[in-house]
């Protein structure tokens, strides 16, 4: 890998930057592969992986969720992967855990943002470390990418989400409202060279310039909606001091945020990177079993005015839905609200967010998508089938791997169900989505756009 000299010259004198170090560890491509487990549907911390068992794992040092593993399996063809019981994302984001624990109180409600969240690793881990009274709005700028952040809250599986589709300009109109914001930052991507060749040929100094400057535009538009002594948490996959350090210095002096520092063992290989007003870390890989990362943590000083809210109402599901539904789903302080057809189960407490937000940003999603109730039945949606609200008694089939994998292809499934009607395909007691058992044949309701197209490994 031939990496640019104006890129390395422009790194001499950044904190922990070693050139011979950092030039062998480019010269082999990343070999790390990380997950993190989902708490919602694994108990405690410790990973199952039964379709793997010649797979060793090792602990993420940062985080209690997070594994190596010695090989990269084939992820689409695990069932699991599928339902949610894991996410494959890279190790040295999984810093953004210790942000929150040391920093945020997260026994307390919570009301966070996650301004750019697709694809949803962040989003997830958020989900996986906040209470279940705190609310999680997920946003994402461009509307495309809207579908898979979604698609990857859904099988995560729990409900206190919010996804939005807003540029950070319009969280202006919430002041004052979040208790954290995590700006993981549109970059010029240094710190991916190893995982992303082509990005060596699009990185240029004017680039970085200019991925500086919207920065903070991005940060400016979106630091009033952060509470007085509310947290941000800025990261970027960048080297460059100019899109991570001088941003931090930026923010203390232009807006008097007050750096935030994090206990840190050294046998991690974090380098903490001290500048004149801010206190920021770095990731690289000669140091870590991780990619190239910078997260920095600041406290807002100023007072911002609350937002008023003005009333909204929604339409609640009335008293026949709610006798359609309530067998399919756990006891607990939940709402279901109809909208755009579907009827949706939120809980008491993200009810009135919702009604919050709702009149102010661009809602894609929220909650939990329970169906639609058509000639007194209902129709479940495929949220309901991998989410955390469904009861484990729920009719269901359980099924081996060969037709566990049929059914994620959306194929034709060759079992015999137990019952006739709506039931859940399990595998290994996981559910996989919904099938519907006709006296004479099986439909598979898997939804289309997330079946696996390949046909083998």
């Not at 390395?8 to 930057?17: C, D, R, V």
């Not at 001091?241 to 007050?258: H, M, N, P, T």
Request: aromatic share 10%.
């Amino acid at each position: 890998m031939q990496l640019p000299e104006v890129f390395l010259n422009s790194l001499e004198g950044t904190p922990g930057f070693d050139r011979t170090a950092f030039l062998l560890a480019h010269q082999v491509p990343s070999t790390y592969v990380s997950v993190r487990i989902n708490p919602f549907k694994q108990p405690g911390t410790k990973l199952v992986f039964p379709n793997f068992s010649h797979i060793t794992f090792e602990n993420v040092p940062w985080s209690k969720y997070g594994y190596y593993l010695s090989e990269r399996p084939s992820f689409t063809f695990d069932p699991f992967f599928h339902a949610g019981l894991y996410y494959v994302q890279e190790a040295s984001s999984m810093f953004l855990e210790q942000a929150l624990t040391q920093l945020a109180d997260l026994s307390q409600p919570l009301k966070i943002l996650d301004l750019s969240a697709a694809p949803g690793g962040k989003a997830t881990h958020i989900q996986s470390l906040i209470s279940n009274d705190s609310l999680l709005v997920a946003n994402e700028v461009i509307k495309s990418r809207c579908a898979v952040l979604t698609d990857n809250i859904i099988k995560w599986g729990s409900g206190n989400v919010v996804i939005t589709n807003n540029d950070p300009s319009a969280f202006k109109n919430l002041t004052g409202y979040f208790d954290v914001i995590v700006v993981d930052a549109p970059c010029s991507g240094s710190g991916l060279f190893r995982k992303d060749k082509e990005a060596i040929n699009e990185w240029s100094l004017n680039n970085v310039s200019l991925c500086s400057q919207r920065q903070q535009r991005i940060l400016a538009d979106v630091m009033p909606a952060l509470k007085d002594d509310g947290i941000m948490i800025y990261s970027t996959c960048s080297y460059s001091k100019e899109e991570d350090e001088a941003i931090g210095e930026w923010l203390v002096q232009e807006f008097e945020f007050k750096s935030e520092t994090l206990k840190i063992p050294s046998t991690w290989g974090i380098v903490e990177s001290k500048s004149k007003h801010s206190t920021g870390y770095r990731f690289y890989p000669d140091k870590l079993k991780g990619e190239g990362f910078f997260l920095s943590c600041f406290r807002k000083q100023t007072t911002e005015r609350e937002t008023k809210f003005k009333p909204v109402s929604v339409e609640k599901a009335s008293a026949t839905e709610k006798d359609l539904i309530r067998p399919w789903l756990r006891n607990g302080a939940l709402e279901l609200i109809r909208e755009d057809g579907n009827l949706t189960a939120v809980s008491t407490a993200l009810l009135e967010n919702y009604l919050q937000l709702k009149p102010v940003l661009k809602i894609f999603y929220k909650g939990t998508v329970i169906g639609q109730v058509m000639k007194n039945k209902l129709v479940p949606h495929h949220a309901l089938a991998v989410s955390t609200l469904l009861l484990e008694n729920a009719p269901s089939v359980e099924v081996a791997y060969e037709e566990a994998i049929k059914f994620l292809q959306r194929q034709e499934l060759q079992i015999q169900p137990p019952t006739q009607g709506w039931q859940i395909v399990r595998y290994k007691n996981q559910g996989l989505g919904w099938i519907n058992a006709l006296p004479n044949r099986i439909n598979n309701y898997y939804p289309k756009e997330m079946r696996i197209l390949k046909q083998s490994l």
